[in-house]
């Protein structure tokens, strides 16, 4: 793509001038929770060292300490120049921190953001000075099951299928420096119906300006497909832009797995001829709806070969290493014979959702979950969610919002109006933002109001899973228990309403070797009995008429966790041909 800078957090919004402040910071703990008592953001001096955006339980952070700490503290010396502050403001830039992060400009306040998985900015124009300058960050974490932790452990030691804890910053931190008045974000969404893209912008405008032009050009590889200008009236601007061209065949390239194309979009902010801000960026032509129990995309049904990807590595934890290591992710993937994947509690590095448009994966986004219900729950659940779906909206790839899984933050939500209220209502919140894509309320079970009707069967006999779904689509589909000792598919006073049919989950095959870990059900002695008893699953759910879908699990080993097609550090365990064979036959 055009914008495409290597690294760059943000890759549908691109600018030219920034820098990236991931590397050695100064780093401290404090588990008596007196820093800012005793004014440790005014002066700061640690002899412990940090390699940000790795938190301290990792690695790669050169710390790996994997005990709970709940307040601990950053310092970083950044440089700026008299001549880029000039008539700029400067943007210190936060794509990831866990939980609460609190930030200090040469003792000075700059702002506090509270979620672990949204990103989130402050402006320290007015906090900085030429040359070196001061930032310190406090960030505070504990074990709250009120608060959305995704898979991340609320005990001492790992259990189940959660994991060590990710405390403070763990995606990447930047700074840059923007025009005084600017773009400050912009909303595109495909029309394919009409051949044509909705634009919403928001502007930050400092300063006053007689008249602002917004000059929008639209690109496909080294062909201009549709040039617009248009008027900024108090800060916001709108428009519709035609993306038809003769120079295609059919007149658009729309966006699939089988052919990811992708038009390059450039926004010039001007004032009286002179160009204030210039931001590239892109978009694909693709339309998701539902007809008749199935999902189509781009008018075609799609059967979805998903995968359930929770984004861990061995020693960095939910931080990629590399972007290298999100593409490996991507085309293994791919050589598994995957169209798409879940990506299971935690909200990827945005560079991840670029290559997946940029390479044709189709994504679930999901939510990271809480584990009690509460009033203050419903609030950090409710504003970072959004703050998610706003920030990643514009991703071709995403198909799929998946607030809530397996009832977890929601463990009444079969019987208790309450919760059962609070699942409709998140789901109308993001409906009346994203009107196109479809939103799973809940993945697994215990259904209220959802899109699609998603179950998770671990079943490890193919000929048992045939014959419980093969006839009994309406005894699983209602609040009967849908087999042996799990939960019901639809929450009471709920009903089926002839919603596609994913099972979300499934699989889990873990080898019986002498690596502790777990898998589901029964573990395999060799790799000819994991091809078989994944055959045998895989085949069977294919054959039942009304599943338009299925999802894996899992790619990867997570700490105790060993049910990966691949090891933690990506290695095959099985031959991924055998396994594309069975996922595409």
């Not at 201009?224 to 601007?237: E, F, T, Y």
């Not at 194309?261 to 931001?279: A, P, Q």
Request: aromatic letters at 14%; one cysteine or more; hydrophobic letters at 35%.
């Amino acid at each position: 793509m055009r914008g495409y800078r290597k690294d760059y957090p943000r890759p549908q919004f691109v600018r030219d001038s920034w820098e990236n402040l991931n590397g050695t910071w100064d780093f401290a703990f404090d588990d008596n929770n007196c820093g800012e008592q005793e004014k440790w953001y005014a002066d700061f001096r640690a002899e412990r060292k940090i390699q940000v955006p790795f938190t301290y339980e990792t690695k790669l952070s050169g710390i790996g300490e994997e005990s709970k700490h709940e307040n601990v503290w950053y310092k970083k010396v950044i440089t700026v120049d008299a001549k880029d502050l000039a008539n700029n403001s400067l943007l210190l830039h936060f794509e990831g921190s866990d939980y609460t992060t609190k930030v200090w400009v040469n003792g000075s306040f700059a702002g506090v953001h509270t979620g672990g998985y949204s990103r989130f900015s402050f402006d320290i124009t007015n906090l900085v000075i030429p040359g070196e300058n001061s930032v310190v960050v406090k960030a505070e974490d504990s074990y709250d099951r009120q608060q959305p932790r995704g898979k991340q452990r609320w005990k001492s030691d790992n259990f189940g299928c959660w994991y060590v804890q990710t405390t403070g910053i763990w995606k990447t931190v930047w700074m840059e420096y923007v025009p005084s008045v600017s773009l400050s974000g912009v909303k595109m969404t495909p029309v394919l119906s009409e051949g044509a893209l909705d634009l919403e912008f928001d502007l930050n405008i400092r300063d006053c300006r007689p008249e602002l032009l917004l000059e929008i050009t639209i690109f496909y590889k080294e062909d201009n497909i549709n040039k617009a200008m248009l008027s900024v009236l108090d800060g916001r601007a709108a428009t519709r832009m035609n993306v038809y061209s003769n120079v295609f065949e059919w007149g658009i390239k729309t966006w699939s797995p089988e052919h990811p194309d992708l038009y390059d979009i450039r926004f010039r902010l001007l004032s009286d001829g002179e160009v204030l801000d210039t931001v590239e960026s892109y978009f694909g032509m693709r339309e998701i709806r539902i007809e008749n129990s199935n999902i189509l995309l781009n008018g075609v049904p799609i059967y979805q070969r998903l995968i359930l990807d929770q984004g861990y590595w061995k020693d960095s934890h939910l931080t990629p290493p590399s972007e290298e290591a999100l593409i490996e992710d991507i085309d293994k993937i791919h050589r598994l014979g995957y169209n798409g994947l879940r990506k299971h509690q935690k909200t990827e590095d945005e560079r991840f959702l670029y290559w997946c448009d940029v390479k044709g994966m189709l994504v679930w986004s999901e939510m990271a979950s809480g584990y009690q219900f509460s009033d203050y729950a419903i609030e950090q659940f409710t504003k970072e969610w959004m703050d998610i779906v706003k920030q990643n909206y514009n991703h071709p790839c995403i198909i799929t919002w998946t607030p809530f899984n397996e009832s977890w933050g929601i463990p009444q939500v079969e019987v208790n109006p309450e919760q059962q209220h609070f699942t409709e209502a998140i789901y109308y919140l993001t409906k009346s933002f994203d009107k196109n894509r479809l939103v799973i309320v809940n993945d697994g079970w215990e259904h209220t109001i959802s899109d699609i009707i998603t179950l998770h069967d671990y079943e490890e006999a193919g000929e048992i899973f045939y014959d419980r779904y093969r006839n009994n689509k309406e005894a699983i589909l209602s609040t009967e228990i849908y087999h042996s000792g799990s939960k019901s598919a639809m929450a009471n006073g709920y009903e089926y309403k002839g919603q596609p049919i994913i099972i979300s989950e499934y699989g889990g095959i873990a080898f019986n070797n002498s690596e502790s870990g777990w898998g589901y059900g029964n573990k395999v002695n060799t790799e000819e009995d994991f091809i078989r008893r994944f055959d045998s699953i895989t085949t069977a759910m294919k054959k039942i008429p009304y599943i338009c879908g299925f999802c894996y699990t899992q790619v990867s080993d997570v700490q105790q966790e060993i049910n990966g097609l691949m090891d933690i550090d990506r290695n095959f365990k099985v031959n991924p041909e055998e396994i594309r064979k069975i996922n595409l036959k």
